[in-house]
């Protein structure tokens, strides 16, 4: 059995750099047997990736990468569907893609990835509000999996705060409806293992956050590293694998041609 990624960027992404073909060749050595490919399509105007996406050199740069025994999933990562959804569907077509990816980077505070709107605001209230929004994107977006839902934790240690808090017992009803419409609608939950490696230290959502899912009858759940560089490709599936195992999951998944396809986490 090998791990399945389904958040890897590839050159096509204006923020990252290796080729897909390239990472499909070095998935052996992560004993990864599954990527799930996404390319940013962001249409906030202060994005860095803004008006970044072509849909065309992302296909080409995919086909390329079509030649091993590695299976290959054609993915997007929009960012804040909830407002570019009907401009996006403009630029991309819905038939070419196993999976959809639905993001929050940006909220009225700013870009909560970053230290700014932290050093600025009341933290939990930012919080509240990224939460806030995140219940307009699976109440109101087509998307198969919402991605690295908690991620403003990066942005919380970047500005030096604590990040011991439990936003299930602060926002209970917020995070049990975000939950329940994700469940409802047959949206999967991404394990993010990014912030493993930054100073925040933790996967995105926190386990609090994956336990609630799984309590109210959740079982779609996905894991991505959401590699940009070579330096981090693949980065920390076997934890990820943990972490859901510790919240309960037997099961984790991948999206083909839309549809959610079950597949047993790996004995480690
Ligand atoms: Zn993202
Ligand atoms: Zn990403």
Redesign the pocket.
């Known amino acids: 059995m090998k791990f399945c990624d389904m958040h890897v960027h590839t050159a096509s992404s204006p923020d990252a750099e290796m080729p897909a073909s390239e990472l499909v060749d070095l998935a052996s050595e992560f004993c990864v047997g599954t990527i799930g490919f996404v390319a940013?399509l962001d249409l906030h105007p202060s994005d860095y990736c803004y008006n970044g996406f072509s849909e065309s050199d992302y296909m080409k740069e995919l086909d390329l990468a079509e030649v091993s025994g590695v299976r290959v999933l054609r993915g997007l990562?929009i960012?804040e569907p909830h407002l570019y959804m009907e401009k996006a569907e403009a630029i991309f077509t819905e038939e070419r893609y196993d999976f959809i990816t639905g993001?929050l980077?940006w909220t009225e505070d700013g870009l909560i990835l970053g230290e700014k709107p932290f050093l600025n605001g009341n933290a939990l209230e930012i919080v509240e509000r990224y939460y806030e929004d995140t219940l307009k994107i699976v109440d109101q977006s087509p998307i198969s999996i919402l991605?690295?839902m908690g991620?403003f934790r990066r942005g919380m240690a970047r500005a030096g705060l604590a990040l011991d808090f439990d936003e299930t017992l602060l926002f209970p009803s917020l995070m049990q409806e975000i939950l329940q419409t994700m469940i409802r609608k047959n949206i999967a939950l991404e394990l993010n293992t990014s912030g493993l490696r930054r100073p925040e230290k933790t996967a995105y959502p926190s386990s609090s956050v994956l336990r609630l899912y799984f309590e109210l009858g959740g079982r779609m759940v996905t894991v991505g590293s959401?590699t940009h560089r070579s330096e981090h490709a693949f980065f920390g599936l076997s934890s990820g694998q943990s972490i859901l195992k510790s919240c309960g999951f037997n099961d984790y998944g991948y999206f083909l041609k839309g549809r959610y396809v079950n597949t047993p986490l790996l004995r480690i």
């Open positions: 940013h990562e960012g993001a980077h991605a690295h991620i959401d």
